[in-house]
């Protein structure tokens, strides 16, 4: 990304019949349509990418710090594997038990583009059908209705759909990262915006205003925001408010931190301190508190709306095409 290497590395891959994972951090580069990009990778990442890169004897990693998270904790891929590791850092050129090339991205692919003529990857059918796969179960997730509401999947599908082409998506924590790694597709490249080094709660209000600064005011950014990050962190509301900007905060509303109370409750605990209650007489927590988070941003000067159904979510999609110079929450 920030070599400027995304069309060196297609153009490798193309040319070597070499499938593409991406990290969140180089996610949208590659168009997600591109026959060779399988998507995610990691933990985070879809089965596409993981199937394929397990069984790989060699790992080429182009500008990415071999995380745990895209790593899976190093288990990820087969023990006879070898890695080659391009990175201008030398800490992270050498992880993994890395071959390393400590260099410029965008150099180094170019470079290896000619000193590789001739050869090809042994694949045939195996990138297509693990691509194909994985894409039927995308669209299952961005049009399945679930019981009990709006659910985070299908409202996900329906926002990527009515977002812009050259919108900027953005995210930072919770459940919401891994959902938009694995089922997100940015429409033109550079349209992915994750803070996920730290899964860094109330990132996404005060980046989405960076953002938009960065990128001005003839596109748009949407931040992809539970509540209990907006909790945490909104008074950029304000600034953007001051500032006459337009960001598109799409706030999913679980009652607080429901990915932590999912990892809670999954482990066999108790909810702790997870979720919005009240507290009552004897000390527990009793009902769920109600709040009205349209309002807030409401009583700051955003346009709001409240979403219940994936009706209302089109509909205050289309109506806020409308809305200029001033932030607006879904």
Known sequence: RYSGAEVALQKLAETYNIPIAETQAGRSLVPWQHPLNLGGIGVTGGKAANVIGRDADLIIGVGTRFSDFTTSSKWLFNQDRKVLGINICPFDAYKMDAEAIVADAKMTLEALLPALAGYKTAYTGEIAAA?????A??????????????????????INAFMPNDAIALGSAGSLPGDM????????????HMEYGYSTMGYEIAGALGVKLAIGDKREVYAMCGDGSFNMLHGELITACQEHKKINICLFDNASFGCINNLQVGHGNVTLCTELRYRNKEGLFGDFMDIDYAKVAEAYGCKAYHVRTMEE????????????NRPVLF
């Open 131 to 135: 691509k194909a796969e994985w894409e």
């Open 137 to 158: 179960i995308v669209d299952d997730y961005y049009t399945k209705e679930l019981p009990g509401g709006l659910n985070q999947t299908l409202a996900l599908g329906i």
């Open 181 to 192: 790694q694995r089922l997100f597709r940015p429409k033109d490249r550079g349209t992915y």
């Open 313 to 324: 979510l089109v509909a205050a999609f289309e109506d806020a095409k409308k809305v200029k």
